[in-house]
DNA sequence: TATAATAAAGTCAGAGAAAGTCAAAGGTGA
DNA sequence: TCACCTTTGACTTTCTCTGACTTTATTATA
C-alpha cells in the first residue's frame, strides 16, 4: 500500500531524473496538486531527500520562494567516498583529521585547494571557542559534511 | 521564480558590469521603467547591494538627485578580503554567512569548489552538536580561518 | 535676499505571499 | 499491543511589494 509520502517521493524523484539531477519545486502548489497539506512536502523532504540519502535542499520564503532539490552524483568515486566516510566515527581529532586528509590527497580524490580548506576548517583555531569535550565531535561533523559537498 | 525585485538586481548588475563597478541612477526614473513604487528600489538596493554584499551605496536628494552604486574594488583580493574578514564580527548567522559566500562568486573572488567547501563547513547541519548560543561565534571562526587561508 | 514651489530621495509600517516548525492525531506492521 | 511511521493544521518566520508621509536640495519669485 503506497502510502502518499511515497508516492510524492517517487514524483519529485521522476522530476530530478528528468531535469539531470536538480528540480525546482513550489511547496503550496506540489500540495493541493496531491491534495494534501503543505507541510506533507516538508516531511517527504526531510525523511527522504535529506543528505544520508544524497540529496540536498535549498529554499526561499516569502513571495517567489521555492524549494530547490539536488541530487548528488551517483558515480563510483560517490561511492567510495560514501563508504570513507561511513567508517569514520563521530569523533576525530585533529591529528586524525590531518591524517584523512593527507590520504584523500595522496588518492587524488580531493585538490590542494580543497585541502588547504579542509585543514582551515577543522583546526583547533577554528574551534577554540567551544569546550574541549565537544571539540572533536563537531569536527567529525564538519569534516564529513565537507567530504559530502565535495562529491556533488 | 524571479520576483520583480530580482530582475531589478539583475538590471543594475548589468549596469555596474558595463559601466566598471559603479552607476548613478535615477530611484523615479527605473522604478516607472519597472512600473514599480520608487520605494521598491530603496527595498533592492537595502537588500541586495548592502556592504554586506560588498557594495556601497550614495545618494543625494532634491533636484538633480541621485543614487550611486558602487561595488567594492578586488583589484587588490587581500586588501579586500582583509577588509570584510575585519568588518564581520564575532558572531555570524548561517545566511548571513552563506550571503558573503555569494558574493564573493559574484565577485570572482573564490572558485566555486571553495564556496562549496566554505557553505558545508559553516552550515548548521555541520554545527548542530554545539549549543546554539555558541553556534554563530563559532561560524564566525571557521568562516574566517577559512578565507584567510584562501589569500594565503 | 527671503520665501515659496518643486523635485528628488528616504522611512516605515502594513498587507500579502510563500516556506518552516512542531505537536497531536491517525495508521500499520511485527 | 506497541513502536514507529504518516498526516494534519495551527502558528511562526521570512521575503516582497505598496503607499502615505518625511526630509533634503534646487529653482523660481516677491
Not at 531535469?19 to 525523511?47: H, K, M, W
Not at 585538490?111 to 574551534?127: C, I
Amino acid at each position: 500500500m503506497a502510502r502518499l509520502s511515497d508516492i510524492i517521493e517517487n514524483f519529485i524523484k521522476d522530476m530530478i531524473e528528468e531535469t539531470d539531477g536538480e528540480v525546482e519545486i513550489q511547496r503550496n502548489e506540489l500540495a493541493s496538486y496531491f491534495n494534501c497539506v503543505p507541510s506533507q512536502i516538508n516531511y517527504v523532504i526531510a525523511t527522504r531527500f535529506n543528505s544520508e540519502r544524497g540529496y540536498f535542499v535549498e529554499s526561499k520564503r516569502g513571495g517567489g520562494g521555492h524549494i530547490t532539490i539536488s541530487r548528488m552524483s551517483t558515480d563510483k568515486p560517490y561511492d567510495y567516498f560514501m563508504h570513507i566516510i561511513l567508517s569514520m566515527g563521530d569523533e576525530i581529532s585533529q591529528h586524525s583529521a590531518d591524517i584523512y586528509i593527507e590520504n584523500f590527497i595522496d588518492l587524488n580524490i580531493i585538490s590542494e585547494s580543497d585541502k588547504k580548506l579542509l585543514k582551515a576548517a577543522v583546526n583547533d583555531n577554528s574551534l577554540k571557542s567551544i569546550p574541549v569535550f565537544l571539540r572533536d565531535r563537531v569536527r567529525a561533523d564538519i569534516l564529513k559534511n565537507m567530504l559530502m559537498k565535495i562529491i556533488i
